[in-house]
């Protein structure tokens, strides 16, 4: 029944379709086209190319094309016809396109080129500033007819799109010849041998294919626009600004170039980037604005070498990531040529690369490694804001002439090389003792290198740089280098700790301490200082201290060996009085503390502890935490317990029938249950308590009275002994099994 209903629904509306259409079609009325204007757009087919290709178009004086003819003119102008297709013809009797023959010609069309094979050379600006120049095609060369040149902006501002593929046998490629157009790729031919600069720079070109690049000489590659280039510096680069300003996103540089011409690949989308073992120059803004470049890396020859010269802001303004390491031989790099980006880490090798002004400026540089103080310019490493660790090069100072300001100093530190960091201490090289600034004869002190960083300890913004030898384990004491406003050689934490036989740390008066030293001008300096619990402020490496022992503060006394560090020498003559010079090399004196945090140098402490002995009773004061790395184990008398007892008289000795209503305490940690405690005991031992009244929870002196505490049970009511619940869950198990039973028969 389903079906035919179904199927009559069918057949109808099939049938009244057909009516429909049938209907339609023959009540349909043809309007006008002029009146359905809609419809004149769909209806109206585009003009014909108009076609520009006989000879007598051309004005051809010499073996020039200087331009059209007035019959070429004429033709050009034809009403309607905005796509026009010039095509030379191989019967025109020239070989060059003229300079400037059709420069601002074809504004308003949108022109094709179809250049003949006997076309050898295109002049200067020959197309240029032609707004719709859409597309070029080159005849194909033979043996004897081949287009070899094409000369200065020849297509500058011409409004080429698409792909362009540039014959064979084609030599060279001019200045700015195909610059500020659309183009989307380009394609070299292997026959190139002179490329000038910015040849397809603003452009939207996101490929390229160099072709063998085996035979170009390049011109204009390091940024001055001239015909003459160092002949000792022949050989194969990529032109100044070759690629500036276009889409590129991966370039394969050609094999054999060994240098990158000067804004060559400026304000790209390169991804990343690997530079070739044979490139050793790149020139100036050669990647500047590449925002989507995060990975740079250096390929190495098998001797370790690579890259030798960055200029000036060839990197700035990308985004490069992670850790940059630079090889052997890396010479110098140019101002601002990294500035800008995302860089955490930077190892410079083992060839001390002279470091321009701002060279790393702006970047999240946590970590500097092999730095050599011979290389800096101004700012190197400012505004890091993440700056926390420093590894100098200490063995090998290298001196000479650097830089472009004509510092005369080998080896110091710049003005302004790390402000703006994270810094707290650095192991900083001994051979550095000058501490002036050099340009041009005008000297700078170095203090602002370290401005506005953490600082060695809280309270203070300056930065601890302990003097290191080349052997990079001893260290430089005679401290005759003064200190500058944000930074101090060598700086000691003092600290004396009191402390009692049971560890409490006691309160630290003032304690008076001699400092002897020998300062900058070589003389022997004696001053007096007092210290309070920790001197971050009077105390440097290699200073020798004495000090006399505080008195006891009230309720204490002088233990028995009131100093029991070994290294701390009793002066001659005085019961109270010790010194100690502060040498790094003995550890037990000087210690380091780590900051932690990811700094690799901490800071250096000498801990004095002075003993005492409590002579109150009572209750022990709990001292500082045993665990606390800078808090020294206390060093007890040997007369004193380890652990001492409270209860200084007997044992047996009553405990009186006060009513303390307190908790109460004993060798475990498990509640009493419902147990009444009217006082609190505390025992520290299992010896009989004697016959005192302690109420319900006294431990008693026989055996009847013993108190046993399952220690891994509640100690609350225990349950009721007897019989089993067993029995009656089988019974209730039956029951509900014939429930079921009865229940399943009934649904049948």
């Given at each position: 029944?389903?079906?035919?209903i179904k199927?009559?629904h069918l057949?109808?509306?099939t049938?009244i379709?057909?009516v429909?259409?049938?209907s339609?079609?023959?009540t349909?009325?043809?309007?006008p086209?002029?009146?359905?204007?809609?419809g004149?757009?769909?209806?109206v087919?585009?003009?014909?190319?108009?076609?520009i290709?006989?000879?007598?178009?051309?004005?051809v004086?010499?073996n020039?094309?200087?331009?059209?003819?007035?019959a070429?003119?004429?033709k050009?102008?034809?009403?309607?016809?905005?796509?026009?297709?010039?095509?030379?013809?191989?019967?025109?009797?020239?070989?060059k396109?003229?300079?400037?023959?059709?420069?601002?010609?074809?504004t308003?069309?949108?022109?094709?080129?179809?250049?003949?094979?006997?076309?050898?050379?295109i002049?200067k600006?020959?197309?240029?500033?032609?707004?719709?120049?859409?597309?070029?095609?080159?005849?194909?060369?033979?043996a004897e007819?081949?287009l070899?040149k094409?000369n200065?902006k020849a297509?500058?501002?011409?409004?080429?799109?698409?792909?362009?593929?540039l014959?064979?046998h084609?030599?060279?490629?001019?200045?700015?010849?195909?610059?500020?157009?659309?183009?989307?790729?380009?394609t070299?031919?292997?026959s190139l041998?002179?490329?000038?600069?910015m040849v397809?720079?603003d452009?939207?070109?996101?490929?390229?294919?160099?072709?063998?690049?085996?035979n170009v000489?390049?011109?204009?590659?390091?940024?001055?626009?001239?015909?003459?280039?160092?002949t000792a510096?022949?050989g194969?680069?990529?032109?100044y600004?070759?690629?500036?300003?276009n889409?590129?996103?991966k370039?394969?540089?050609?094999e054999?170039?060994?240098?990158?011409g000067s804004?060559a690949?400026?304000?790209?989308?390169?991804?990343?980037?690997?530079?070739?073992k044979?490139?050793?120059?790149?020139?100036?803004?050669?990647?500047?604005?590449?925002?989507?470049l995060?990975?740079?890396?250096?390929?190495?020859?098998a001797?370790?070498k690579?890259?030798?010269?960055?200029?000036?802001e060839a990197?700035?303004?990308?985004?490069i990531?992670?850790?940059?390491?630079?090889?052997k031989?890396?010479?110098?790099?140019g101002?601002?040529?990294?500035?800008?980006?995302?860089?955490?880490?930077v190892?410079?090798?083992p060839d001390?690369?002279?470091?321009g002004?701002y060279?790393f400026?702006?970047?999240?540089?946590e970590?500097?490694?092999?730095?050599?103080?011979?290389?800096?310019?101004?700012?190197?490493?400012?505004?890091?804001?993440?700056?926390k660790?420093?590894e100098?090069?200490?063995?090998?100072?290298?001196?000479?002439s650097?830089?472009?300001?004509?510092?005369?100093?080998?080896?110091t530190?710049?003005?302004?090389?790390?402000?703006?960091g994270?810094?707290?201490?650095l192991?900083f090289p001994?051979?550095?003792n000058?501490?002036?600034?050099d340009?041009?004869?005008?000297?700078?002190?170095?203090?602002?290198?370290?401005a506005d960083n953490?600082?060695w300890?809280?309270?203070?913004?300056?930065?601890?740089?302990?003097?290191?030898n080349?052997?990079?384990?001893t260290?430089?004491?005679?401290?005759r280098?003064?200190?500058?406003k944000?930074?101090?050689?060598?700086p000691?934490?003092?600290?004396?700790e009191?402390?009692d036989?049971?560890?409490?740390v006691?309160?630290?008066?003032?304690?008076?301490?001699q400092r002897?030293?020998?300062v900058?001008d070589?003389?022997?300096?004696?001053?007096?200082?007092?210290a309070?619990?920790?001197?971050?402020?009077?105390?440097?490496?290699g200073?020798?201290?004495?000090?006399?022992l505080?008195?006891?503060?009230?309720?204490?006394?002088?233990?028995?060996?009131?100093v029991?560090?070994?290294?701390?020498?009793?002066?001659?003559?005085s019961?109270?009085?010790?010194?100690?010079t502060?040498?790094?090399?003995?550890?037990?004196i000087v210690?380091?503390?780590?900051?932690?945090d990811?700094?690799?140098?901490g800071?250096?402490?000498?801990v004095?502890t002075?003993?005492?002995?409590n002579?109150?009773v009572?209750?022990v004061?709990?001292?500082?935490n045993?665990?606390?790395?800078t808090?020294?184990e206390?060093n007890?008398?040997?007369?004193?317990?380890?652990?001492?007892s409270?209860?200084?008289d007997?044992?047996?000795?009553?405990r009186?029938d006060?009513?303390?209503d307190?908790?109460?305490?004993s060798?475990?940690t498990?509640?009493?249950?419902?147990a009444n405690?009217d006082?609190?005991?505390?025992?520290d031992?299992?010896?009989?308590r004697?016959?005192?009244?302690?109420?319900k929870?006294?431990?008693?002196?026989?055996?009847?009275?013993v108190?046993?505490?399952?220690?891994?049970?509640?100690?609350?009511?225990l349950?009721?002994?007897?019989g089993?619940?067993?029995?009656?869950?089988?019974?209730?198990?039956?029951a509900?099994i014939?429930?079921?039973?009865?229940?399943?028969?009934k649904?049948?």
């Amino acid at each position: 029944m389903k079906k035919r209903i179904k199927t009559g629904h069918l057949v109808g509306g099939t049938a009244i379709a057909l009516v429909a259409a049938v209907s339609i079609s023959m009540t349909s009325v043809t309007f006008p086209q002029k009146s359905f204007p809609f419809g004149n757009v769909l209806s109206v087919q585009a003009a014909e190319p108009l076609l520009i290709n006989e000879v007598a178009d051309f004005d051809v004086q010499g073996n020039e094309v200087k331009g059209l003819t007035a019959a070429g003119n004429a033709k050009l102008n034809t009403p309607g016809h905005d796509s026009v297709i010039l095509h030379f013809p191989a019967t025109l009797p020239a070989i060059k396109i003229a300079d400037n023959a059709f420069r601002e010609k074809f504004t308003g069309k949108d022109v094709k080129l179809e250049l003949s094979e006997n076309i050898q050379e295109i002049g200067k600006c020959a197309f240029a500033s032609n707004s719709a120049i859409t597309s070029v095609t080159f005849g194909a060369p033979d043996a004897e007819k081949k287009l070899k040149k094409i000369n200065e902006k020849a297509f500058f501002s011409s409004g080429l799109t698409g792909d362009l593929k540039l014959p064979e046998h084609l030599e060279l490629l001019h200045e700015e010849c195909f610059r500020h157009n659309k183009l989307n790729s380009v394609t070299l031919p292997d026959s190139l041998t002179t490329i000038y600069g910015m040849v397809f720079a603003d452009n939207q070109i996101s490929s390229v294919d160099f072709g063998s690049y085996a035979n170009v000489d390049p011109r204009n590659g390091f940024g001055a626009r001239r015909w003459d280039i160092d002949t000792a510096l022949a050989g194969k680069m990529i032109a100044y600004g070759m690629f500036a300003n276009n889409k590129l996103e991966k370039v394969e540089f050609p094999e054999g170039i060994w240098a990158i011409g000067s804004h060559a690949f400026m304000n790209n989308d390169i991804k990343e980037i690997k530079i070739p073992k044979n490139v050793t120059k790149i020139y100036k803004y050669a990647f500047k604005d590449n925002k989507n470049l995060t990975k740079l890396e250096f390929e190495l020859d098998a001797d370790g070498k690579g890259i030798n010269q960055i200029d000036r802001e060839a990197f700035n303004g990308c985004s490069i990531t992670g850790k940059i390491t630079f090889p052997k031989d890396m010479g110098e790099m140019g101002s601002r040529s990294f500035a800008n980006n995302k860089i955490t880490g930077v190892d410079f090798g083992p060839d001390a690369p002279l470091i321009g002004h701002y060279s790393f400026e702006n970047n999240p540089i946590e970590k500097v490694s092999n730095l050599n103080s011979w290389g800096f310019e101004i700012s190197p490493f400012r505004n890091t804001k993440a700056l926390k660790n420093i590894e100098f090069e200490y063995a090998n100072p290298k001196s000479g002439s650097r830089g472009t300001f004509g510092q005369s100093e080998d080896n110091t530190i710049s003005p302004n090389a790390f402000k703006n960091g994270l810094l707290r201490s650095l192991n900083f090289p001994a051979y550095i003792n000058v501490l002036k600034y050099d340009i041009n004869g005008q000297k700078y002190n170095i203090s602002s290198a370290f401005a506005d960083n953490k600082g060695w300890t809280e309270g203070t913004n300056k930065v601890a740089l302990y003097r290191l030898n080349a052997d990079k384990t001893t260290y430089e004491t005679n401290n005759r280098l003064d200190d500058g406003k944000f930074y101090v050689f060598n700086p000691v934490a003092v600290k004396f700790e009191l402390k009692d036989q049971y560890g409490t740390v006691l309160p630290v008066t003032n304690i008076e301490v001699q400092r002897t030293r020998t300062v900058s001008d070589g003389s022997i300096q004696v001053t007096t200082h007092s210290a309070l619990v920790t001197d971050t402020a009077n105390f440097k490496l290699g200073d020798k201290i004495k000090f006399t022992l505080p008195n006891a503060p009230t309720g204490y006394e002088f233990a028995t060996n009131p100093v029991t560090q070994s290294w701390l020498t009793k002066v001659t003559g005085s019961d109270n009085d010790y010194e100690v010079t502060l040498d790094p090399a003995n550890t037990s004196i000087v210690s380091d503390v780590a900051y932690g945090d990811g700094y690799e140098v901490g800071y250096k402490q000498t801990v004095i502890t002075l003993n005492y002995r409590n002579t109150n009773v009572g209750p022990v004061i709990p001292g500082p935490n045993p665990g606390n790395p800078t808090t020294p184990e206390p060093n007890l008398s040997p007369e004193q317990p380890s652990t001492p007892s409270v209860d200084v008289d007997s044992q047996n000795t009553p405990r009186g029938d006060a009513n303390t209503d307190t908790t109460d305490v004993s060798d475990d940690t498990n509640p009493r249950g419902d147990a009444n405690t009217d006082t609190t005991d505390i025992s520290d031992d299992t010896s009989p308590r004697g016959n005192a009244n302690t109420g319900k929870n006294v431990i008693a002196d026989n055996k009847d009275e013993v108190d046993v505490n399952d220690t891994k049970a509640p100690l609350g009511k225990l349950p009721k002994t007897g019989g089993s619940n067993e029995s009656r869950f089988i019974l209730l198990g039956a029951a509900l099994i014939g429930l079921g039973l009865v229940v399943k028969k009934k649904i049948r």
